[in-house]
């Protein structure tokens, strides 16, 4: 198993997906970071009592376009994890040598899940560092916010692992897409109907949330850094903030949603003619 | 034995892989496995490696059921359309699959080094695998299937992008395997190659095994014979039909397969008998590409031999 995760690191720095990733999110940064300086020079004197709304928006911007990347990383550098190496032809040399098919499984999952964690970490630290010096906003790191922002990526690297366990690269990249993109546009609709008072959108967000949790993490992501026991900011940043916590019970369906992709994928490949 | 299989079988759906699969492959050989494109040569040698699942039958390797961790740490395969991970130098890709057998750090640095200079690589380690040549690919893929000195070796197709004096190499490395007591499974389409360094062979034809033995005796077994004969006549044709399994004549020249190898001095007699004047008479062995033939175009039906396990 080691020799597989060892495997994977050394792919994603060889096949420069970190590299490509990190100076594409240097990019993104770079933009976020201008965008913050200056949005907030220019509109924060005239905000007057909305300063803090205003600084908070950006922070909340920057966290959700920051989980879009960190997801999009996980599916397209797992997509083709297994279906890749079968369509590429490596996975002949490999399977028959003495080693177990789940271990090869758990050796991505951990070599995946240790970068995109890295990653995300990284990502998360530059995001509050960039609005704490272009606002003066002192966001604490919160290490359980944290934690939640490396578990976006690994309900998709679950996700993905399952799926490049029998579906083609194409097909698994194009299912992991629109079961992602499922979760945010059900995540948005519930704000929105938090907003407008309508039951059938905040329960179409709580069923997009149990078919994919990553957006459901986000928002308790969002709540746990900008709500207070007076008031909860998070309830103001409309589409991008959250209305109420995704409750202790969401974290655990999260860990068991991980658990039951990553037991199908073991179980798939297990028993799969290759 | 070193491969024992029981009614080995393999469908994809309603069509056969293979079927009926019953071999046994002793210790020490070189055991080549035959038959044309599609025939299920592959699927056999996949389902011993552990890529297929069996669909019914039993298999076992080096004594242990198929998908033992224990056989296959002894066991070396190197793939047909192998590809390994080009963005590694030779080197890495050792290590890699050291790894994944086992071995110590200490055995790596004995083996890998050992591995190149047996296949012809030293020197080249340090090169990425994506700028190798095909041959130089293949030649990778068998170091691989070599690190753990293996106690039996599926090799498939190993030799189908080396140029002759690459073949010849591998040739050799495979008969010093066989020296060295180990067990080979070849599986190849080229028959001349099987000819010169098999012990035993098994054609296999639409999924079955229709003919398996040692290689020596399959071919004593079938004897062509060129006989030159002027004044022929119908009765001096007649008898040479009755001793042959197939007779072409060509003006003069009669070429003959016979039955049996004792029939060849009755042919002088047959034409003196019947007045025909007698140029020459040569007995040629049958080819294994003969043989291969013959049993594909009768489809197997005299020579099956699926059903029973052959001792080889």
């Avoid at chain 1, 003066?136 to 692992?161: E, H, R």
């Avoid at chain 1, 994919?212 to 008031?231: F, N, Q, W």
């Avoid at chain 2, 491969?3 to 002793?26: A, H, N, P, R, W």
Wanted: hydrophobic share 45%; aromatic share 8%; charged share 15%.
């Amino acid at each position: 198993m080691l020799a597989i995760t060892l495997l994977t690191f050394k792919e994603v720095i060889r096949r420069r997906i970190i590299l490509i990733t990190l100076f594409l999110t240097l990019v993104f940064l770079v933009l976020f970071g201008t965008g913050v300086h200056y949005g907030y020079e220019e509109m924060a004197g005239q905000a007057g009592p909305l300063e803090m709304m205003l600084t908070q928006q950006f922070l909340a911007l920057g966290l959700y376009f920051g989980s879009f990347i960190v997801a999009f990383l996980a599916i397209m550098a797992v997509v083709g994890a297994i279906s890749g190496e079968i369509e590429g032809g490596t996975i002949y040399a490999i399977v028959p040598r003495p080693v177990k098919r789940s271990a090869i499984i758990l050796g991505k999952l951990l070599g995946y899940g240790f970068m995109l964690c890295v990653f995300a970490v990284l990502f998360y630290i530059a995001i509050l560092l960039i609005i704490r010096f272009n606002t003066g906003l002192n966001v604490p790191v919160k290490p359980a916010a944290l934690g939640l922002f490396c578990l976006q990526p690994l309900i998709l690297l679950a996700v993905s692992l399952f799926g490049t366990t029998f579906l083609s690269t194409l097909a698994n990249g194009i299912a992991a897409f629109m079961l992602y993109a499922i979760g945010v546009i059900g995540g948005m609709m519930e704000q929105i109907g938090y907003l407008a008072s309508s039951e059938v959108l905040i329960q179409i967000g709580i069923v997009s949330s149990l078919i994919m949790p990553a957006d459901a993490i986000y928002r308790k992501i969002v709540y746990s850094l900008l709500a207070t026991p007076e008031v909860s900011m998070a309830s103001m940043l409309g589409p991008f903030g959250s209305m109420s916590e995704p409750s202790a019970w969401m974290l655990l369906y999260t860990g068991l949603y991980i658990l039951c992709f990553l037991v199908l994928a073991v179980r798939i490949f297990s028993k799969r003619d290759l | 034995m070193i491969i024992e299989t029981s009614d080995l079988t393999k469908m994809y759906g309603k069509k056969v892989g293979c079927s009926e699969i019953c071999l046994s492959v002793g210790e020490g050989q070189i055991f080549g496995f035959l038959g044309p494109n599609g025939a299920g040569k592959s699927t056999l040698v996949k389902i011993l490696v552990g890529l297929l699942f069996p669909t019914s039958g039993t298999a076992k390797i080096l004594g242990r059921p198929l998908g033992d961790l224990e056989a296959r740490r002894k066991t070396g395969f190197l793939p047909e359309n192998f590809r390994y991970q080009d963005w590694l130098t030779g080197e890495e890709l050792l290590s890699f699959h050291a790894s994944l057998y086992g071995l110590s750090a200490q055995d790596k640095k004995r083996r890998i080094p050992a591995v190149l200079e047996q296949v012809g690589l030293s020197g080249k380690e340090r090169q990425r695998v994506g700028t190798y040549s095909k041959g130089m690919q293949q030649r990778i893929g068998l170091a691989c299937a070599l690190l753990p000195d293996p106690e039996l070796v599926f090799l498939d197709e190993p030799t189908s992008a080396l140029d002759p004096l690459g073949r010849r190499e591998v040739r050799q490395i495979i008969l010093d395997l066989r020296r060295r007591g180990k067990t080979v499974f070849l599986n190849s389409h080229l028959l001349s190659e099987v000819e010169m360094i098999c012990d035993q062979v098994a054609i296999i034809h639409k999924g079955r095994i229709i003919s398996t033995g040692v290689l020596e005796e399959m071919l004593s077994g079938a004897v062509e014979v060129e006989v030159q004969v002027e004044a022929q006549t119908p009765q001096m044709l007649s008898e040479f039909s009755a001793l042959s399994r197939k007779m072409t004549v060509d003006g003069s020249r009669i070429r003959l397969s016979l039955n049996d190898r004792k029939d060849v001095g009755s042919l002088a007699g047959i034409v003196v008998r019947n007045g025909g004047r007698l140029f020459s008479l040569k007995a040629v062995q049958g080819s294994l590409e003969d043989l291969f033939i013959d049993l594909i175009q009768e489809g197997g039906g005299n020579h099956h031999a699926g059903h029973n396990p052959t001792n080889l």
